[in-house]
C-alpha cells in the first residue's frame, strides 16, 4: 500500500510533505506526494493531507542548506516549477539522496535521479533567462502596465521578483495565461492571483508607439539576408507569440 501525501500546490506545501515523509522515516519507494487538485482517489491508498507549515519548510530549507548550499536549494525550487510529468517524485528521491550524500550529490552524474533533476532545474532557469529579455509590456486605459505570456513551466514568480527590481517605479501586471495566474505590484508588494478573464485596453499613445515599432521593425530588415531558420534557432517560435514585432 502506497501512502499518498496530498499538499496545496505551493513549493511550500511540497517541502512540507518531504519533510514529513523523511522525518517519519517512510520508505521513499511507498510514499507519493501529489497535489490535491490532481489526485484521483483509490481505494487501496493510505491518504493523509499535509497543510503548508512555514515552521517544517524552513526546517527543511535549513537542512538543505547545511547539508549543501544555497545553489542547490534553489535548483530543487527550480525543478519544483518545471512542467515535468510526476516532478514531485523526483525531487522527493533526490532529496533522499541529498541527506544521504551531502554536497556529494553535485557530483553523481550517473545517478538518472540527479540528471533529471538537473535537467528540469535547468530547463527552468534557461526559460527565466528568456523571459526576462522578452517579456513586453503595455499601457493600460486602467493606469498600470501589463503583459502577458505562456511559459512553458510555472515560472510566473521568479519573473515576477526579477521586474519587482527593474520596474519598482511603476504598477504592473503580469499574465500567465496558460495557467490563469497573474502578478500584481503596486509600488509595494507583489501579490498573486487566479484569474479566469481579464479584459483590458491599451491606451491609444501605446496604439501608436506599437505602430511605429513595427514599421521600424519592418524597415530594418533586408530581404535578402532574411533568416527565418536561424532566427527560430536564436529564439523559438512559442516566445513570438506576445511580440509586437512579430504580430
Same mark, same amino acid.
Given at each position: 500500500?502506497y501512502? %499518498? ?8 506545501g511540497?517541502?512540507c510533505a ?5 522525518s517519519?522515516?517512510?520508505d521513499?519507494?511507498?510514499?507519493i506526494i501529489?497535489?490535491?487538485?490532481e489526485?484521483? +482517489?483509490m481505494f487501496?491508498d493510505?491518504v493523509r ?6 515552521k $517544517?519548510?524552513?526546517e527543511?530549507r535549513k537542512? %538543505?542548506?547545511e547539508k549543501?548550499?544555497?545553489?542547490? =536549494?534553489?535548483?530543487i525550487y527550480? $525543478? ?7 516532478k ?5 528521491r533526490y532529496l ?5 550524500h551531502?554536497?556529494k550529490?553535485?557530483?553523481?552524474y550517473s545517478?538518472d535521479i540527479?540528471n ?5 532545474a535547468k530547463?527552468?532557469s534557461?526559460e %527565466?533567462?528568456k523571459?526576462m529579455?522578452?517579456?513586453?509590456f503595455c499601457e493600460?486605459n486602467?493606469g498600470?502596465?501589463y $503583459?502577458?505570456f505562456?511559459p512553458?513551466?510555472?515560472?510566473i514568480k +521568479? %519573473?515576477a521578483?526579477f ?6 517605479? =511603476?504598477c504592473w $501586471?503580469?499574465?500567465?495565461v496558460?495557467r490563469?495566474k497573474?502578478a500584481i ?5 507583489v501579490q498573486?492571483?487566479?484569474?479566469n478573464?481579464?479584459?483590458?485596453k491599451v491606451?491609444?499613445?501605446e496604439e ?7 514599421k ?10 532574411k ?8 529564439m +523559438?517560435?512559442?516566445y513570438w ?6 504580430n
Amino acid at each position: 500500500m502506497y501512502k %499518498i501525501f496530498l499538499y496545496d500546490g505551493t513549493f511550500e506545501g511540497f517541502m512540507c510533505a518531504a519533510f514529513h515523509i523523511i522525518s517519519e522515516g517512510i520508505d521513499k519507494d511507498r510514499a507519493i506526494i501529489v497535489s490535491k487538485n490532481e489526485y484521483q +482517489p483509490m481505494f487501496i491508498d493510505s491518504v493523509r493531507e499535509v497543510q503548508s507549515d512555514l515552521k $517544517a519548510f524552513l526546517e527543511m530549507r535549513k537542512g %538543505i542548506i547545511e547539508k549543501t548550499d544555497c545553489s542547490v =536549494f534553489k535548483k530543487i525550487y527550480y $525543478a519544483f516549477l518545471s512542467d515535468t510529468e510526476d516532478k514531485e517524485s523526483y525531487i522527493l528521491r533526490y532529496l533522499f539522496l541529498l541527506f544521504t550524500h551531502g554536497k556529494k550529490i553535485k557530483y553523481l552524474y550517473s545517478d538518472d535521479i540527479v540528471n533529471a533533476v538537473e535537467k528540469m532545474a535547468k530547463n527552468v532557469s534557461r526559460e %527565466i533567462g528568456k523571459y526576462m529579455g522578452l517579456i513586453r509590456f503595455c499601457e493600460t486605459n486602467e493606469g498600470f502596465l501589463y $503583459a502577458k505570456f505562456e511559459p512553458k513551466n510555472d515560472i510566473i514568480k +521568479p %519573473i515576477a521578483y526579477f521586474f519587482k527590481n527593474r520596474l519598482n517605479e =511603476f504598477c504592473w $501586471a503580469i499574465h500567465d495565461v496558460k495557467r490563469n495566474k497573474v502578478a500584481i505590484y503596486d509600488r509595494k508588494k507583489v501579490q498573486f492571483l487566479i484569474c479566469n478573464t481579464l479584459k483590458l485596453k491599451v491606451t491609444h499613445q501605446e496604439e501608436m508607439f506599437q505602430m511605429l515599432w513595427k514599421k521600424y521593425f519592418k524597415s530594418m530588415v533586408i530581404e535578402e539576408r532574411k533568416n527565418l531558420k536561424l532566427q527560430q534557432q536564436n529564439m +523559438p517560435k512559442r516566445y513570438w507569440k506576445y511580440l509586437v514585432e512579430k504580430n
